[in-house]
């Protein structure tokens, strides 16, 4: 005759069923923030601090390249349609100190100032006008599409980074769970719930933390392409102006 096992009785699962109920509520924020270790707490303050500072230049950056984009035709178009080169400069001078297409055309026209006034000393016969603005243009250029980077090595940083930084956080997760278990000799859910947690929220804190940094690196990288494309064809326009007095069309 054989023994058969008594069915556990509707009590028995229950209280199995509140132990688990009560082990999942451990998988909260407020519980992995008391569980973390020194360890933790460098990881999840990382995280923290590389979501503010990609937040704060995605803001910064789609206010700033938004404001560009706006005043580009104005300003572009406010120069060609004046019909005197001075009243044009000076329409320029008063455009805002962030706005890159004005200070192109500023720098172009102070090149040609500063050429006029070193010919009449004999000082600049080694360098004719044409080069002397290509270079200043260049120059002008260059130096307005690296403040339109500002914060792109920080977001390709941070979306190339952050998951990685969450990983950390979820191996020494897990770690601590495998700690308690062989701790305690308790393989229950109450026993490994909170590690578990912090493992996962960790995690999901590092995804969060690198999509919107990710996005907004290739958003920029285009939107800063096309305008860098319109501050090549400004400073052409400028180029042939002013070596030569006329817009060639």
């Known amino acids: 005759m054989f023994l058969q096992t008594p069915a556990p009785t509707d009590a028995a699962a229950q209280v199995a069923?509140?132990?688990?109920?009560?082990?999942?509520?451990?998988?909260?924020?407020?519980?992995?923030?008391?569980?973390?270790?020194?360890?933790?707490?460098?990881?999840?303050?990382?995280?923290?601090?590389?979501?503010?500072?990609?937040?704060?230049?995605?803001?910064?950056?789609?206010?700033?390249?938004?404001?560009?984009?706006?005043?580009?035709?104005?300003?572009?178009?406010?120069?060609?349609?004046?019909?005197?080169?001075?009243?044009?400069?000076?329409?320029?001078?008063?455009?805002?100190?962030?706005?890159?297409?004005?200070?192109?055309?500023?720098?172009?026209?102070?090149?040609?100032?500063?050429?006029?006034?070193?010919n009449k000393g004999g000082l600049a016969e080694s360098l004719s006008r044409s080069e002397f603005v290509d270079r200043a243009l260049r120059q002008a250029v260059a130096r307005e599409s690296l403040r339109l980077e500002g914060g792109q090595t920080l977001l390709a940083t941070v979306g190339s980074s952050a998951p990685f930084v969450g990983l950390l956080g979820t191996v020494w997760g897990i770690y601590h769970a495998l700690i308690g278990i062989a701790a305690s000799g308790n393989a229950s859910m109450t026993a490994v719930a909170g590690p578990v947690g912090e493992a996962l929220i960790m995690t999901a804190i590092g995804l969060f933390t690198a999509i919107p940094a990710l996005l907004a690196f290739n958003f920029f990288n285009r939107s800063n392409r096309v305008i860098f494309a319109r501050f090549d064809e400004f400073a052409h326009d400028l180029h042939d102006f002013f070596a030569t007095g006329s817009r060639v069309e």
Request: charged share 15%; glycine share 8%.
């Open 17 to 118: 069923g509140n132990s688990n109920a009560e082990a999942m509520k451990q998988m909260g924020f407020a519980n992995l923030a008391q569980g973390f270790d020194w360890l933790g707490w460098v990881v999840f303050i990382t995280l923290v601090v590389m979501s503010f500072l990609s937040w704060y230049f995605i803001i910064a950056n789609t206010i700033r390249n938004g404001l560009v984009k706006s005043r580009a035709d104005g300003v572009i178009n406010g120069f060609w349609n004046n019909p005197s080169t001075q009243d044009a400069i000076r329409e320029l001078e008063g455009q805002p100190k962030g706005e890159p297409f004005s200070k192109i055309a500023l720098e172009a026209a102070s090149a040609v100032a500063h050429h006029q006034q070193a």
